[in-house]
């Protein structure tokens, strides 16, 4: 009787459901029983010593509960409907790969993320926004169940890293990223190399092994707007290359292959040409595969929960 009378009140605030149960425990105490003394002392010792700790026992577990429950949207239909949400809403930053654009400075979500380890982080994030960033807190009329869903979604995303075998050794990959490869010419790894390329320094939680293999191979596959050229021409016929900066109606701005940036107004130009391929060689002829699975190895190893 004293438990059908939690669950009925199940909506109600936990200490009126405790107040409850300690008023039924009393109410039933104080009625005559058809036992011994020792019943009814036993009896009485529970009401008046012991139901508070019944009760204390009951924020303790309805806490408990609330604090393991995590997300309960988490079912293939939530990650599902997370996704449409997630391409509707946040693809015009973070893209429909959800991999982010340098342009807008929205981060990479497939990878680690370093601002939440959980689905409760990222619903916190979703609906707090990130003070100082571009990242504004979600409508606040959008319903919790919908952003549990999106928070589902994203935490899907991203990869169990370690868990996924790679073919080459890492060790190998090292010596002919530093040594044959000439890769930091162009790209930067835990500061020191280029500046012409992607940096590196985490680059295994940013692309899959299989990704890795194919810009290694075809970089010109896909390639990031941050990474296309320029070739300009002044209007008295000096060209100059360089990689897109910054590209406007009114001014555009390239970094040369020395690194130096160079800015016009687009009145002074008599010819902007714009190409979309990478600048970075394929490797497929310089390197054998099994020298391509060293080097995927290598890069896939540059994670910060691989980093001493």
């Known amino acids: 009787m004293v438990f059908s009378s939690l669950f009925d009140n199940a909506q109600q605030p936990r200490h009126q459901s405790a ?12 009625q005559p029983q058809p036992c011994d003394f020792g019943s009814r002392f036993s009896l009485h010792y529970i009401t008046r010593w012991l139901w508070p700790l019944l009760v204390l026992n009951l924020f303790l577990v309805s806490d408990g509960l609330a604090e ?26 973070h893209g429909f790969d959800a991999r982010g654009n340098d342009e807008v400075g929205a981060p990479n979500l497939t990878g680690r993320l370093t ?10 994030i979703l609906r707090e926004g990130i003070s100082g960033t571009a990242m504004m807190a979600v409508d606040p009329q959008v319903p919790d169940s919908q ?15 370690a868990s996924i075998a790679v073919r080459g050794s890492a ?20 500061g020191k190399g280029g500046r012409l390329g992607p940096d590196l320094s985490n680059i295994g939680s940013d692309l899959s092994p299989d990704e890795l293999t194919l810009a290694l191979i075809d970089p010109s596959e896909k390639v990031a707007p941050r990474w296309w050229s320029l070739t300009l021409e002044d209007k008295n016929g000096v ?7 910054n590209e406007d109606s009114f001014s555009v701005r390239i970094m040369d292959a020395d690194s130096q940036l160079w800015s016009y107004p687009r009145s002074a130009l008599r010819r902007v040409v714009r190409s979309e391929e990478s600048t970075m060689p394929s490797y497929a002829a310089r390197f054998s595969d099994t020298q391509i699975d060293d080097l995927v190895a290598f890069l896939y190893s540059l994670r910060p929960e691989t980093t001493p």
């Open 19 to 30: 107040y409850k149960l300690a008023s039924a425990i009393s109410t039933e105490s104080s």
């Open 147 to 161: 952003l549990w869903q999106l928070a589902a979604y994203i935490e899907s995303l991203s990869r169990e890293s």
């Open 68 to 93: 393991d429950a995590g997300n309960l949207y988490n079912t293939n239909f939530d990650i599902n409907a997370g996704r449409s949400y997630f391409e509707k809403q946040c693809s015009r930053c």
């Open 171 to 190: 060790e190998v990959g090292r010596a002919l990223f530093n040594e044959v490869g000439e890769c930091l010419d162009c790209h930067m790894l835990n």
């Open 115 to 124: 601002r939440a380890s959980s689905s409760a982080g990222i619903y916190t």
């Open 239 to 245: 060209s100059r290359s360089g990689l897109r900066m």
